[in-house]
């Protein structure tokens, strides 16, 4: 499955949304955590009933190796288990990667996600492009030969993020610059839809650099992150899609995932308040952006 995947989908469904599975286990409903037998037996559970109750709403869905790894060897299980459960779902599935700080642990996430003997198999693969060319290099082959796609995360939205990624370099912001670095990547691996397979990350408050980014790359595909961010709002997200609406996705986790806790429920009709969560999303999205 491969970018162009995402966009048709995107298209047919008219719902640019990537909803994130991560979640702090105080985020799972009470009543799941007390019966599931463990920490890790529930956060699989959850993310599995919530896999199902999204299907055909939403296109894609993005998993955290960090998430379940924290859960202990139970976690790492949990979290095969829920990566096979989406693509069997049919959807498109980002794994957020563990720590990719050097050539020879880019060479084993490689291997482990896109082998032949796949551990952790996913469609997309978010990596963050500060350690440099050297750590990308080693995805490229999987990218040509297995049509997978790859999201180095060129500027994120936490708080601090600024501090580093908004500093200026010469005559570029170092983001811009970095996003330079993977458009070199992505200028000769283009999908029909004219997106190239090794895209970009972009915090949803950075709205400037959206805008900046969108016009200089008309070809990166923009997955646009943590909608739930105190200061990223719908109509920062809206300068990431082109004309027509395409070109983006945007990721959003707790507003659905814990959509239970803003209703102020007991948790019992969480898949219920995650469905409405996603649509009521995709319904503000669409004020700003028309996907044609």
Known sequence: ?????????????????VVDLALKLSDLPPGLLENAGGAAVAYGQFCRELLNALKGIVPAVRVSFTAFAVLGPDGLVQLQSVLHSAASLGYYVVLEAPCVSSPMMAEAVAEAVWGDHAVYPCDGLMISVYPGSDTIRPFIPY?????????????????????????????????????????RFGEELTGKFGYARISVV??????????????KYPKLFFLVDDMDYTGC??????????????????CTGPTV???????????????????????????????????L
């Open 233 to 250: 709002n719908v109509k920062n997200c809206s300068y990431a899609f082109d004309k027509f609406g395409h070109g983006a996705a945007v």
């Open 1 to 17: 499955m491969s970018i162009d995947v995402l966009q048709e989908r995107i298209r047919k469904g008219k719902n640019p949304f």
């Open 202 to 215: 972009v915090g949803a408050n950075a709205a400037d650099g959206l805008r900046t980014l969108r016009n």
């Open 143 to 183: 990218v040509k030969s297995k049509k997978k796609d790859l999201f180095p995360v060129v500027r994120s939205s936490n708080k601090s993020a600024p501090e580093l990624q908004d500093l200026l370099t010469g005559s570029r912001l170092v983001h811009m610059a970095a996003a330079d670095l993977v458009n």
């Open 257 to 291: 995932t814990a959509a239970w806790q803003k209703a102020q429920t007991d948790g019992s009709d969480y898949l219920e308040q995650a469905v409405r969560a996603a649509e009521r999303m995709n319904k503000t999205l669409s004020r700003y952006v028309t996907v």
